[in-house]
């Protein structure tokens, strides 16, 4: 079978046996998967010390193959999404919802990658992070799963819970690239007044037209980071509340020198980070998606794997909002 992997800097698509089931779990026939930012920072980041441990790929749409579990929800012929990760529910960590620092968290994940004809995942996978997605979406709209609960995460690590009265706040994402857009339309889905900034005129723009605008004169109970660079932290030190929250939701090249202490200080400002989901957030975002609550449509660009690459550097290049890649 055909899979995607680094080999000395460059995307290369190779053959390798198709996985077997080794104890209980399934093998997924992958009918696509979306490009995430993470491996975007992976590939960048990749040398010959570290690329053999990359893994491309989890934003997984497929059908069950095969399957040998203790649950009964699946069964072969299910067309699933997924995610990648779980936790061991009993460390510290998690026992203080600190999930994704979980060892287990870290070591779990599928195989052999998510850019490949078939995949492997093991029986937590199956109890925590596959979900049966509707038939009325497309394949693209159900890769958002993962990613959508990443930023159901970060909502909630705001301090917004699911199904309560949110409507009073109002929160700002700078950023608008996919998964700021995707982080806009997650604070709609828990009743939070969203309003994205970029400094791209294009984005702000097709924000707009999702129903998402910016108000210059305004300040913000929360605002959410999703752009890749450290100057944002000065829009949202701009733009929050005295006494407001700020959500760190993006890596950036260069760390911001001039920490802003003082200001973080005399204005109680509340720093908070928040990086992947829990098994919860998964369920949640499987809601939303199947319900149609989250509507991402006509988002991606479609690509065969064999065209990893170009899609690749086209969104290096900003030439395409979110690509997914069609196995």
Known sequence: MKYAKLKNGK????????????????IIKV????????????????????EDNIILGHEVVGIIEEINSDTSDFKVGDKVALGHHYPCFNCEFCKNKSYSMCK???????????????????????????????????????????PLS?????????GFEYKKDNSKYCALVVGL?????????????????????????????FAKEQGFDFTEDKKYDVVFLTAGHSKAIDTALKRVIDGGKIVVF??????????????IY???????????????????????????????????????????????DDSFNNKVFKAYIKI
């Open 11 to 26: 995307i290369e698509i190779l053959s390798c046996e198709k996985p077997k089931l080794l104890s209980k779990g399934a």
């Open 31 to 50: 009918l696509g998967c979306g490009l995430c930012g993470s491996d975007l920072v992976k590939i960048k980041h990749s040398n010959k010390d570290n």
């Open 104 to 146: 287990t968290f870290k070591k779990s994940n599928i195989f052999p990658a998510g850019f490949a004809e078939y995949i492997r995942v093991d029986d937590n996978h199956l109890k925590y992070t596959v979900y049966k997605m509707d038939d009325s979406l497309k394949d693209d709209e159900k890769a958002f799963l993962e």
């Open 150 to 158: 990443c930023c159901i995460r970060a909502v909630e690590r705001a």
């Open 177 to 205: 690239g996919s998964i700021g857009l995707l982080m806009l339309k997650a604070l709609r889905a828990f009743g939070v007044s969203g309003f994205g900034y970029d400094i791209s005129l294009q984005r702000q723009n």
């Open 250 to 263: 993006s890596s950036v090249e260069d760390d911001l020198k001039g920490f802003s202490n003082n200001e």
């Open 266 to 312: 005399y204005r109680e400002l509340s720093i908070i980070a928040s990086y992947s989901p829990s098994p919860s957030d998964i369920k949640i975002s499987a809601e939303l998606l199947n319900s149609h609550k989250v509507n991402v449509e006509n988002l991606s660009k479609y690509y065969e794997l064999d065209n990893l690459a170009s899609a690749v």
